[in-house]
């Protein structure tokens, strides 16, 4: 029997190409923390199905590890936690706000 690695759904925003992360009620947010952790496999093919069925909202969506945090969820691979961190370019637009930082 294989042991099951918690999962966060995660997808760019359709409009923006923000990375987002869906949450136990269904929301899209832009917060790693807010994601739901799955910790069960067949939960978490079901979650995948709900969010790839938004196409009108995000693209791309799929499962990603992660773990339990003291703030909520917490990604376990490099590229996962790159990704929390939004574009790696230089700062323009939105990403001049230091509210969106």
Known sequence: ???FTPKVVTANAL???DVVYFTEDGRWSRH????EL??????????LLDAS?????????YLADAKAGPRG????HFRE???????SNYAHG?????QNV
């Open 1 to 3: 029997m294989s042991r």
């Open 15 to 17: 409009l923006e190409g």
């Open 32 to 35: 790693h923390t807010e994601a």
């Open 38 to 47: 799955i910790e069960d496999e067949a939960h978490a093919q079901l979650r």
């Open 53 to 61: 069925a938004q196409r009108n909202v995000v693209v791309g969506a």
């Open 73 to 76: 969820p917490e990604p376990v």
């Open 81 to 87: 936690a790159f990704r929390t961190r939004g574009p």
């Open 94 to 98: 939105k990403q001049e706000d230091p």
